[in-house]
DNA sequence: ACGCTGATGAAG
DNA sequence: TTCATCAGCGTT
């Protein structure tokens, strides 16, 4: 029923990383990997915005992990962590500010070959895909192995909940800041509701 | 509640 | 060079 997807542009990217994570939800991520392409459609995400948000990975200033978040947006951010899983980020934002939209969980599509617990998750979502390292810092406007796609489906806007992000306790005045966004009606999202889940206003969250 | 696992960045 | 710290996941 879907319309083959059209890629997104640079200037999706170029804007304010919680308005680009927020407006990734439905939006489908093609993989073309080793066994051809692979479809599904994304249901949350979380956003991460320059130094001052001590969450991000760039509140430290520019490493040498870090430095694609400064780079142009739509490019591939995507590192390791906990040793063992990876993690897909799109960059977003004006070149040379530090932020990413981490994209948490997808969904298969009608048809696919995957349940909807497989892509569940950041790290079980890359498993799923076949995303590592060598796939960061590609452009996921201009390149072939990975890039996000627009088919015309449209989350409805009070099914897009928002809460705090995950796995950022130590980031102290920032740890309930509600920058992660996913579909409530969706089976795919890496935890269950929060009581404290709001629906996510036309409001970007801070600045 | 815990173990797995290794890159990362800060300290020295 | 060492050390603590992780934007997770699966099993208990």
Same mark, same amino acid.
């Given at each position: 029923?879907?319309? =083959?997807?059209?890629?997104?542009?640079?200037?999706? %990217?170029?804007?304010?990383?919680?308005?680009?994570?927020?407006?990734?939800?439905?939006?489908? @991520?093609?993989?073309?990997?080793?066994?051809?392409?692979?479809?599904?459609?994304?249901?949350?995400?979380?956003?991460?915005?320059?130094?001052?948000?001590?969450?991000?990975?760039?509140?430290?200033?520019?490493?040498?992990?870090?430095?694609?978040?400064?780079?142009? /947006?739509? =490019?591939? %951010?995507?590192? &390791?962590?906990?040793?063992? %899983?990876?993690?897909?980020?799109?960059?977003?934002?004006?070149? +040379?500010?530090?932020?990413?939209?981490?994209?948490?969980?997808?969904? $298969?599509? /009608?048809?696919?070959?995957?349940? $909807?617990? *497989?892509?569940?998750?950041? +790290?079980? @979502?890359?498993?799923? =895909?076949?995303?590592?390292?060598?796939?960061?810092?590609? *452009?996921?406007?201009?390149?072939?192995?990975?890039?996000?796609? *627009?088919?015309?489906?449209?989350? /409805? /806007?009070?099914?897009?909940?928002?809460?705090?992000?995950?796995?950022?306790? %130590?980031? +102290? *005045?920032?740890?309930?800041?509600?920058?992660?966004?996913?579909?409530?009606?969706?089976?795919?999202?890496?935890?269950?509701?929060?009581?404290?889940?709001?629906?996510?206003? &036309?409001?970007? +969250?801070?600045?």
């Amino acid at each position: 029923m879907s319309a =083959l997807p059209s890629r997104l542009e640079r200037a999706f %990217y170029a804007r304010h990383t919680v308005e680009v994570a927020r407006d990734l939800l439905g939006k489908v @991520l093609v993989r073309v990997g080793p066994d051809g392409p692979v479809l599904c459609r994304i249901v949350e995400t979380e956003a991460y915005h320059g130094h001052e948000d001590r969450a991000s990975h760039a509140s430290r200033g520019r490493t040498p992990r870090t430095a694609p978040m400064f780079g142009p /947006p739509g =490019l591939a %951010y995507v590192y &390791q962590i906990y040793g063992m %899983y990876f993690c897909l980020n799109a960059v977003t934002g004006p070149e +040379g500010f530090p932020s990413a939209a981490l994209i948490r969980a997808v969904e $298969p599509l /009608p048809g696919a070959a995957f349940g $909807p617990r *497989d892509g569940a998750g950041p +790290g079980k @979502l890359c498993r799923l =895909l076949g995303i590592n390292r060598e796939l960061n810092t590609t *452009d996921l406007v201009a390149g072939e192995a990975l890039w996000v796609g *627009d088919d015309g489906y449209a989350v /409805p /806007p009070e099914a897009v909940l928002a809460g705090p992000r995950i796995g950022v306790d %130590y980031a +102290g *005045d920032w740890v309930e800041t509600p920058w992660r966004f996913w579909v409530g009606s969706s089976r795919s999202v890496s935890r269950a509701r929060r009581s404290t889940a709001s629906a996510a206003g &036309q409001d970007p +969250g801070a600045s």
